[in-house]
């Protein structure tokens, strides 16, 4: 999965005992609905890893639900849901026209060809002088390019 329009992303989804092998469990990313039938594997271990699309424009919170949907018996089972939210960041760093790539296109007041800004102080005659100094030392200053994000733990 995934490709150009998307990112496929691993989620794991725990499963609680009552689910067995050959229970299907629907996957609902976004409204974006996906179907798993459940492994011996994956009951005896209470989880499953299923890839789901994240379409690359998205920016912000997906949410991501899953629920056992039918058993391996043709049963439809008890209300057994659950839904996490994910934060989506698909901003470039130092991507000023919307591209999805930092270049030479890429120039505004903090990115220059879609890179940090460096600016040293050099009193405007681009040249470091010793009046340009300060106790031996040049002033830099870096500039932060357009859609970076603090890290976040």
Do not use: C, F, R, Y
Not at 41 to 51: F, G, L, Q, R, V
Not at 99 to 104: A, E, H, L, V
Not at 119 to 146: C, F, H, M, R, V
Request: without cysteine.
């Amino acid at each position: 999965m995934g490709g150009q329009d998307s990112v496929s992303v691993p989620v794991t989804i725990g499963l609680n005992g009552d689910v067995k092998e050959g229970d299907t469990v629907t996957i609902d990313v976004n409204g974006t609905l996906s179907t798993h039938t459940v492994t011996a594997d994956e009951a005896n271990a209470h989880s499953i890893t299923a890839s789901v699309d994240i379409p690359s424009s998205q920016d912000g919170t997906v949410v991501v639900k899953a629920s056992v949907t039918a058993t391996a018996t043709g049963n439809t089972p008890a209300a057994n849901s659950a839904q996490d939210d994910v934060i989506v960041d698909t901003g470039v760093p130092g991507d000023v026209n919307g591209d999805k790539t930092p270049n030479g296109a890429d120039n505004d007041s903090t990115t220059q060809d879609g890179a940090p800004k460096v600016s040293i102080k050099d009193g405007g005659d681009n040249a470091l002088n010793p009046t340009d100094l300060d106790s031996g030392k040049a002033t830099a200053e870096i500039s932060i390019p357009a859609n970076t994000k603090p890290a976040t733990a």
